[in-house]
Nanobody, 120 residues
Framework: QVQLVESGGGLVQPGGSLSLSCSAS????????MGWYRQAPGKQRELVAT???????NYADSVKGRFTISRDNVDNTVYLQMNSLKPEDTVSYYC??????????????WGQGTQVTVSS
């Protein structure tokens, strides 16, 4: 009933830039927060960056100063601008959101993931 659709993944050279976007649609009453996470095969999913409705952000230390998260509350869309990319950033990135589907019902929702590859 709630869908998150991502775009922007792909191949980029070390030191380059890439931008990801994710739009939420479906039965949505309110989106409290949206964010980006990444997960390598056999590893735990880890936080990259999150932003709440008021604009407060949170970043992983590994991306601080290189990545910027932003949110369009009107269109229920979150973006991740990635600069100074490193080979270690090569992983699948997932869009996630904490969403109220009514005044009383809420939960976490995830996108399908998009691959980012940093290589020369």
């Amino acid at each position: 009933q709630v869908q998150l659709v991502e775009s922007g993944g792909g191949l980029v050279q070390p030191g380059g830039s890439l931008s990801l976007s994710c739009s939420a649609s479906g039965t949505i009453f309110s989106i409290i927060s949206m964010g980006w996470y990444r997960q390598a095969p056999g590893k735990q999913r880890e936080l990259v960056a999150t932003v709440n409705r008021g604009g407060s952000t949170n970043y992983a230390d590994s991306v601080k100063g290189r990545f910027t998260i932003s949110r369009d509350n009107v269109d229920n869309t979150v973006y991740l601008q990635m600069n100074s990319l490193k080979p270690e950033d090569t992983v699948s990135y997932y869009c996630g959101a904490y969403i109220y589907t009514s005044q009383y019902d809420f939960g976490d929702y995830w996108g399908q993931g998009t691959q980012v590859t940093v290589s020369s």
